[in-house]
């Protein structure tokens, strides 16, 4: 497998910007309901009426809030919807309508990340030419036909 270099990485973290940006608090609307349909529904027309859906208005603190939804907001771009994600016995999504302070997490300390993250799709794309090498020098016979 082909090493990385500096500049493959930097390639990456420049055309996903985007991905290493981090707010500081955002404003949120909670859609929060029994049925994942309903958000579904509320997802595909933001303008519908659902009447099991609770909404509430929010503000969210980053270093108030778990790690995971943290994530979440970050990488949802304002004015949309993050994924539906179950909670306790209700299923919880957010519309983010402001991100506040947001920076840009600096290249050294994203190196890391990125490296581990372009490594993966590496090592897949390997796996899978190591096997189809294998499949084509195989000596595959067919007995009987299902």
Do not use: C, H
Not at 8 to 16: G, V
Not at 67 to 73: E, H, N, Q
Not at 130 to 143: D, G, M, P, R, T
């Amino acid at each position: 497998m082909q090493q990385m270099g500096d500049s493959d990485l930097q390639a990456y973290y420049n055309e996903n910007l985007n991905e290493f940006s981090q707010a500081s608090a955002f404003d949120v609307t909670i859609y929060t309901s029994a049925n994942q349909q309903s958000l579904t529904a509320i997802q595909n027309n933001p303008m519908s009426a659902v009447s099991d859906v609770q909404l509430q208005e929010g503000k969210i603190e980053a270093g108030k809030t778990d790690p995971k939804l943290l994530a979440l907001l970050n990488k949802t771009a304002k004015g949309k919807f993050t994924a539906i994600s179950k909670n306790d016995s209700n299923y919880v999504m957010f519309f983010v309508k402001e991100k506040y302070n947001v920076q840009t997490v600096s290249f050294a300390d994203a190196k890391n990340y990125i490296y581990s993250k372009l490594g993966e799709g590496k090592e897949q794309k390997a796996i899978e030419e190591y096997f189809e090498k294998l499949k084509s020098s195989a000596n595959i016979q067919v007995i009987r036909a299902p």
